[in-house]
Each structure stands twice: as C-alpha cells, then as structure tokens.
C-alpha cells in the first residue's frame, strides 16, 4: 500500500481506529465491510510506514502501545474534523450563501439573465450576487470574479469552459435606413452603397467584420468607415437610430423585427452560430455557489439555444 495515497491512509487511520476500539481484527471487519486479511494487511502496512508498533497481538485479543494510544487520540481528532468538514459541505451545498461575483456582457445581461433571476434568487436567498455588466474583458483575478458568461470562439486560456448556448445572429437595418437607401441584393453591396454599423472590441480595437454564409460560400465584410460601438446594448439603440446595417444577435432584435422597426437585409445569406460560454479558474471548481449558479445558467441559456428552438 502506498501510504503516501490519501484514500488509502484515510482508510489506515479509520480501520486502526476501528481495531482499537473493537479489541479485535474479526469485529472491526465485520464493521468495515473489509475481508479480515485486508484489515490485518491495512495496520501492517500503516505500521511500516510509522516505523512502529501500535497494536500487540495475541491469540484472543489485541491491546493497543503507548504509541498506538497516542497516534488513536489524535487520529479520533483528525478524523472528527473531517467529519465536521464534510458535513458543512454537504450543508453548503444543499444552501449555498455568500458573495458571488459573475461578470457578463451586456445584452445577454439584460435580455436573458436579469429576467431570469428572480428564479435563481428564490432557489438561493442566501446568496449575494454581483453581477458585472460589461462586453469589456474582465481580471478574474483581480477583480475576485468567481465566473464569467462570454461568447465567440474560445481562445488559449486556463479557464474552464462550459458551453451553455449558440446564439443566432442576423443582419437588419432600420425601416427609415431602407426607405432612403434600399434592400441590398449581395452581401458585396454592403460595402459599397452602404453605411455600416460596427461593433468593434475592447480588447483589441478591432471592428468585426460582417459574416455571411450561403450554399458553402462565405464573403466577410469590412464594417470599418462608419460609425462603431463597443458594447452590445448601445448597438442596438444605434442600429434602431438608423446609423446603418448591423448584425447582431436575433434574441436582442426579434420584438423590433416584430414590430416592423427594424427589417432583415439578405435573409437568405445566414451568419455563423456565436457560442457562449460559462468559464471559470480550475482553482474554484468546487464554488459551491459557483457551481449553483452555472448549473441554473445552464437552464436558463437552453431556453434561446438555436440548437433545440
């Protein structure tokens, strides 16, 4: 047995603890669950690694050493603690509480989450959430953010990621922008008749391109020249002020397609799905609340996954 093994000497110290107030090898299996020449292999063993003697054994009965009374003693404290350990996580994670900080961009904030949580706040009363509303990247670190809700391809990063959705994206314009510049036939005319509305990253500065994709083709056009913003909620309230053909995600355009505010340019030319992503720092794995809130986040997101409307 190799006693460097956590599990295995957990189960040395709980069979010795066992023997020593059983009185017997027989007894103490029975209470284990263990074939006796396990247990007596399980004390011989942990006896090799101390390098000492802690149980005498005679034919009827085994009587525990100075040093197996004093290594009994505290391995009752020890695994009292662990006890006590496991029986808070179990209570922490049948009711999670405290501070949790979640940082998210800002249309899936205020379309999707917000809506949704006054269900996460009856399900967890307890818990204090922060909610960061940004498209800006976010210091996990430095900021103490337990996790963060993003979209887009993923890049090299130590986070793990848990994919909750795809989203929709679609092309439109205002009615007004249309009336005075017309429906473009090609994506290509975007970039030439056309004013585009950009969204450009915090990151980098970069402004993404306009995707579109049809029977296999994909053409990307430039959305620089106009004017751009760097946050997903003002891209909207620019694209419903006119200032030109946008894509953006469907779920924060539908009512304003519904109502006839905005119209959708090239619908027959689709945009590559945006998935989105719960990530979180290895380290917090076991967040209690952490792991609540991307469990309900999970439910929460399939109800605009593109993949099962």
Request: charged content about 25%; some cysteine.
């Amino acid at each position: 047995m190799d006693m460097h093994n956590r599990m295995d000497h957990l189960l040395a110290l709980r069979t010795f603890v066992r023997i020593a107030e059983a009185g017997n090898f027989t007894r103490a299996a029975d209470q284990l669950g263990l074939p006796r020449s396990t247990v007596s292999k399980i004390i011989q063993d942990l006896e090799e690694h101390l390098g000492t003697r802690l149980i005498h054994r005679t034919t009827r009965r085994i009587t525990v050493t100075p040093e197996g009374a004093q290594y009994h003693e505290r391995a009752l404290r020890l695994l009292a603690e662990l006890e006590d350990m496991d029986a808070e996580a179990r209570r922490t994670r049948a009711m999670p509480k405290g501070r949790l900080r979640v940082d998210v961009g800002s249309s899936i904030a205020n379309l999707i989450l917000i809506p949704a949580l006054p269900g996460f706040q009856a399900a967890y009363p307890d818990i204090e959430l922060r909610l960061g509303v940004s498209d800006r990247p976010a210091d996990m670190v430095g900021e103490g953010i337990d996790c963060v809700i993003r979209g887009g391809e993923l890049a090299e990063t130590s986070l793990i990621a848990r994919k909750l959705c795809e989203l929709d994206f679609i092309t439109c314009a205002h009615r007004d922008y249309i009336a005075r510049h017309g429906l473009p036939a090609h994506p290509r005319e975007l970039a030439q008749d056309h004013r585009l509305l950009g969204y450009f990253s915090s990151l980098s500065g970069r402004t993404i391109p306009l995707r579109f994709e049809r029977d296999g083709e994909r053409i990307e056009i430039g959305a620089d020249g106009g004017t751009a913003v760097n946050e997903s909620t003002a891209h909207v309230t620019a694209l419903l002020a006119g200032l030109g053909v946008a894509q953006s995600f469907r779920f924060a355009l539908q009512r304003h397609l519904d109502s006839g505010e905005l119209v959708q340019v090239l619908p027959e030319w689709s945009q590559p799905a945006h998935p989105l992503y719960v990530m979180y720092p290895p380290n917090r794995n076991l967040n209690a609340k952490a792991r609540v809130f991307v469990d309900w986040a999970v439910k929460v997101f399939a109800e605009v996954d593109t993949r099962r409307i």
